[in-house]
């Protein structure tokens, strides 16, 4: 996964034209140099299935961001009933496919009645959040503890690969579940949502840690022995600057890569929690907990699970598809 | 190696001896800073206070948490006795502690549920393993062929897909709409028909996630072991493909895979927790997430040993078998 010393991911040193295709006059003989990031972003924008996913990512992510607007205008408050839309015998959804019509674009829930759209749009958010606060907290712990194992070596480095090997072997599924049902629902004076939130993004980040960490270690270990390192350290450069000006940018590619496909992983972390009962707590919506309600009346009206299901594969699938093309973009080894 | 595997075992003591410290101190910790009392869940909110006394001496709810760990653990190996005056109840080694909900023994209700986890991981094991690794073969083989592509497209979906969602789908669909009956869980030794009928749609949508994962992973091990130099040997010098294949082209490119499957069948025995709560089986997970929501701590204690010693485990062996498989490899 490495660049290589010799290719700066910055592209401020060489940028001779903008692009190496276009024509040159006679006289003109400059060879257009460039960049590991451009060469990387020409190949992934050929890369149609990454772009795709990258576009359903966006997609998603302005979705969350206009929520309250979205429901304004084609949803109903996401804790609204709504029993006029029920079945009252079967408890059951009028009309076809869960009662999808044009008031409720997403039909409403068995029972009582609340508009799927609305939840939908919320468990977004929340899903959303989740996953990449808790990729961005792994990221930062993975890169600081999986880099100074790997520069500073010795009893540091056993003590973190210790730790590291140990997180690895922790039933962490069972022990997040255990953690998270014992926590006091509000904390830090937010609502139950958003504090439940910023426990899953805790407990999430922090078990993802080591795998990010075990790359930059190893990463850090070969980084460490390469020439431009002992070159900028006989120029008289400190530690820090070695750490962050030299080595850091040479990590960046699989940092960003394997950040990307941690989140993947992480939304069906937040996603098994809250179907579990241990995620965002009701009556606040989430795709996971949409899916544990639809345990009851999967038989009876299968839309009711196979929405929330169906966004969760979407959402999953666009980030694999993503990190897959930035992965191949960013590895020149790579095919 | 006498000496590698003795300093691999008191390594994987030592973890576990971590792993429950830390899971006691989080329970013995959090119910302590939001004012609760476990001797209440013993005996519930109505009991007059001696008799909450008489659980809290019995169980030895106000020792410091070292002391109750340490206790913990001299009952593990030894057992150990509950005593409250007159009240003496023996718990025979190895002791887990009482259920606070049910007052059963705790560790003869998880050897119960054994069964039912080992069942379902070993079962979906065989399959996710034969699916995953001979379409992965097959397509590094036949590499930008249209099957190729095709299986590659379906382990996508694969690995995108959670099982409580695929879960659900086969149940609707095989259960509901074609009649198969529910999944259910029979000891092999009673009906190996009913254990394998019971387990098979669970075996299978389990295997399916899983052999999405393998069959990536598998091929683009294939693909570069492949590329080798000594693959290129093998067939200069006249070596028929099979054995170019079989012999040389597998043994390499298959082994990162065995760390991995060890990862993966000792968290799944440790309690498959999404899969049981889906069908309904009742292993180990199914118990642990049960002693979650009613805070039973000795329960959920239980599970979390038995999870942390199948993945330690599973780690030493595959290091051991790692040492027969990689020459390259030296114990040491």
């Given at each position: 996964m490495s660049l290589g010393p010799e290719a700066p991911i910055s592209d401020e040193i060489v940028?001779?034209?903008?692009?190496?295709?276009?024509?040159?006059?006679?006289?003109?003989?400059?060879?257009?140099?460039?960049?590991?990031?451009?060469?990387?972003?020409?190949?992934?924008?050929?890369?149609?299935?990454?772009?795709?996913?990258?576009?359903?990512?966006l997609v998603l992510i302005f979705i969350a961001i206009i929520a309250p607007l979205l429901i304004k205008l084609f949803g109903h408050p996401f804790d609204e009933y709504h029993n006029e839309k029920i079945d009252p015998t079967l408890g059951l959804p009028l009309g076809h496919l869960g009662g999808i019509s044009k008031d409720y674009i997403l039909g409403v829930e068995p029972v009582n009645g609340r508009d799927i759209f609305s939840r939908i749009v919320y468990g977004a958010q929340t899903t959303l959040t989740v996953a990449f606060l808790s990729a961005f907290l792994s990221t930062i712990l993975g890169v600081l503890f999986g880099m100074t194992a790997g520069f500073v070596g010795g009893w540091v480095d056993s003590i973190v690969s210790r730790i590291m090997d140990f997180l690895l072997a922790f039933p962490q599924l069972l022990f997040s579940i255990a953690l998270v049902s014992v926590l006091p629902p509000t904390s830090?004076?937010?609502?139950?949502?958003?504090?439940?939130?910023?426990?899953?993004?805790?407990?999430?980040?922090?078990?993802?840690?080591?795998?990010?960490?075990?790359?930059?270690?190893?990463?850090?270990?070969?980084?460490?022995?390469?020439?431009?390192?002992?070159?900028?350290?006989?120029?008289?450069?400190?530690?820090?600057?070695?750490?962050?000006?030299?080595?850091?940018?040479?990590?960046?590619?699989?940092?960003?890569?394997?950040?990307?496909?941690?989140?993947?992983?992480?939304?069906?972390?937040?996603?098994?929690?809250?179907?579990?009962?241990?995620?965002?707590?009701?009556?606040?919506?989430?795709?996971?907990?949409?899916?544990?309600?639809?345990?009851q009346f999967y038989r009876y009206d299968p839309m009711f699970m196979i929405i929330p299901g169906a966004m969760i594969f979407i959402t999953v699938l666009a980030f694999n598809l993503f990190g897959d093309g930035l992965r191949d973009a960013l590895d020149p080894k790579a095919h | 190696m006498l000496a590698y595997l003795i300093r691999r075992l008191i390594n994987a003591v030592l973890t576990l001896i971590v792993v429950t410290f830390v899971t006691f101190c989080v329970f013995f910790l959090v119910p302590k800073a939001t004012g609760s009392d476990p001797a209440l869940l013993y005996v519930g909110k109505q009991a007059d206070p001696a008799a909450i006394a008489g659980i809290r001496e019995k169980f030895g709810f106000n020792d410091p948490v070292i002391v109750q760990y340490g206790k913990f653990l001299k009952g593990l190996v030894f057992g150990r006795d509950y005593v409250s005056g007159a009240d003496i109840t023996h718990c025979s080694a190895p002791c887990l502690g009482y259920s606070f909900k049910t007052s059963q023994e705790v560790w003869p209700l998880l050897i119960d549920a054994l069964p039912v986890t080992v069942s379902l991981a070993i079962g979906a094991a065989v399959l996710w393993v034969l699916m995953g690794v001979s379409f992965g073969v097959i397509s590094a083989l036949r590499r930008g062929t249209i099957w190729d592509r095709s299986v590659m497209t379906v382990a996508l979906a694969g690995v995108s897909l959670p099982i409580y969602f695929t879960g659900l789908l086969s149940l609707s669909i095989f259960v509901y709409w074609l009649g198969f009956p529910n999944p259910s869980f029979t000891p092999f030794f009673d009906n190996p028909w009913h254990w394998f009928t019971g387990l098979i749609l669970p075996w299978i949508t389990l295997a399916f996630l899983f052999a999405a994962t393998y069959a990536r992973l598998t091929r683009a091990n294939m693909l570069e072991t492949l590329g080798e130099d000594y693959i290129r040997t093998a067939r200069a010098k006249g070596l028929r493909e099979r054995a170019v294949i079989g012999k040389h082209g597998l043994r390499s490119g298959l082994t990162p895979l065995v760390t991995v499957f060890g990862l993966d069948l000792g968290a799944l025995l440790g309690g498959a927790v999404l899969t049981e709560a889906v069908y309904n089986l009742r292993g180990l997970g199914y118990y642990a997430l049960n002693g979650i929501r009613q805070s039973d701590l000795p329960v959920i204690l239980g599970v979390t040993l038995f999870a942390a010693t199948f993945i330690v485990i599973a780690n030493l062996i595959v290091d051991l078998l790692y040492g027969v498989i990689d020459p390259r490899v030296r114990l040491g």
């Open positions: 940028a001779p034209t903008d692009d190496a295709a276009v024509e040159r006059t006679a006289g003109e003989k400059a060879i257009a140099g460039r960049s590991l990031r451009q060469i990387a972003w020409r190949r992934l924008k050929k890369d149609r299935v990454a772009v795709g996913g990258g576009i359903v990512i830090f004076g937010l609502g139950p949502r958003w504090s439940r939130v910023l426990v899953l993004v805790a407990v999430i980040g922090f078990f993802g840690w080591p795998y990010i960490g075990r790359i930059v270690r190893g990463q850090t270990l070969s980084l460490r022995e390469r020439e431009f390192v002992e070159a900028s350290r006989s120029l008289g450069a400190r530690s820090p600057r070695i750490l962050f000006r030299e080595m850091l940018p040479n990590l960046a590619a699989p940092i960003l890569v394997y950040t990307t496909l941690i989140i993947p992983t992480n939304i069906l972390t937040e996603a098994a929690l809250s179907f579990l009962g241990v995620g965002i707590p009701p009556p606040y919506p989430s795709w996971g907990g949409m899916l544990s309600d639809a345990l | -």
